[in-house]
């Protein structure tokens, strides 16, 4: 199994999917904090993507705190840090509040989203 899938197709641009994947197998924990990713030209080789794009995408996820780049130590899983699991709690809370209204997924997204600026 890959790290990454680009579907040429998708409306997502391709560095978007490169960046939404890798946060997502974060989050989820199929990407262990302290594993190590491909060097940009490596992964952009692979997925036949610009080393512009791949490099867009992991300072993406560096800016959002889910890699953590070492120079020559490589590009790495970020360790969770102590705020995370406070957002893990407020988010915890909003779910539940958002299921006893009777909030689809989707609204409460939308939710979210409407707030995240």
């Known amino acids: 199994m890959s790290l990454v899938t680009i579907d040429s197709n998708a409306a997502e641009p391709p560095y978007e999917q490169v960046r939404r994947q890798i946060a997502e197998g974060a989050a989820s924990g199929t990407l262990k904090a302290g ?8 992964l952009a080789a692979d997925l036949g993507l610009a080393v512009n794009t791949v490099a867009k995408a992991y ?6 705190g889910v890699i953590e ?24 809370t909003y779910a539940l509040i958002a299921r006893r ?3 689809s997924i989707d609204e409460a997204t939308r939710l979210v989203e409407q707030h995240w600026s």
């Open 69 to 92: 780049t070492h120079g020559r130590g490589g590009t790495l899983i970020a360790t969770r840090k102590i705020g995370d699991a406070q957002a893990d709690d407020a988010a915890a």
């Open 35 to 42: 594993h190590k990713l491909p060097p940009v030209r490596t």
């Open 101 to 103: 209204q009777g909030l």
């Open 59 to 64: 300072r993406a996820l560096e800016t959002d």
